[in-house]
């Protein structure tokens, strides 16, 4: 069983930044792709950025790219969300995902943390 716990959420003004972890407790961390994804207030889960098993392949949303930055750290079993220029609109409940294959996707997997809330205030 994968379980997938998210932290590093909180309230940021608009043009600052938080960074997000999420702790994995597999045994086989090495060989899952992870991915971030977010739910705002109203709205539809969505697809913010994913990694490869390997971290040599990243994918983001166009409304993220070059604001946010995926990174994993296999030997602490942790992936790391760095979200730069935040704007309003990044408010959200951040949810770690995994299908738990190695290939990165903008797809969600069955894997699902409970969610760290950021809010990005004005």
């Known amino acids: 069983q994968v379980q997938l716990v998210e932290s590093g959420g909180g309230l940021v003004q608009a043009g600052g930044s938080l960074r997000l972890s999420c702790a994995i407790s597999k045994h086989t961390f090495d060989h899952y792709a992870m991915g971030w994804f977010r739910q705002a207030p109203g709205k539809e889960r969505e697809f913010v950025a994913a990694i490869s098993w390997s971290g040599d392949r990243t994918y983001y949303a166009d409304s993220v790219k070059g604001r946010f930055t995926i990174s994993r750290d296999n030997a602490k079993n942790t992936v790391a969300l760095q979200m730069n220029s935040l704007k309003l609109e990044d408010t959200a409940v951040y949810y770690c995902?995994?299908?738990?294959?190695?290939?990165?996707?903008?797809?969600?997997?069955?894997?699902w943390g409970r969610g760290t809330p950021v809010t990005v205030s004005s």
């Open positions: 995902n995994s299908d738990g294959g190695p290939i990165a996707t903008m797809s969600p997997g069955i894997y």
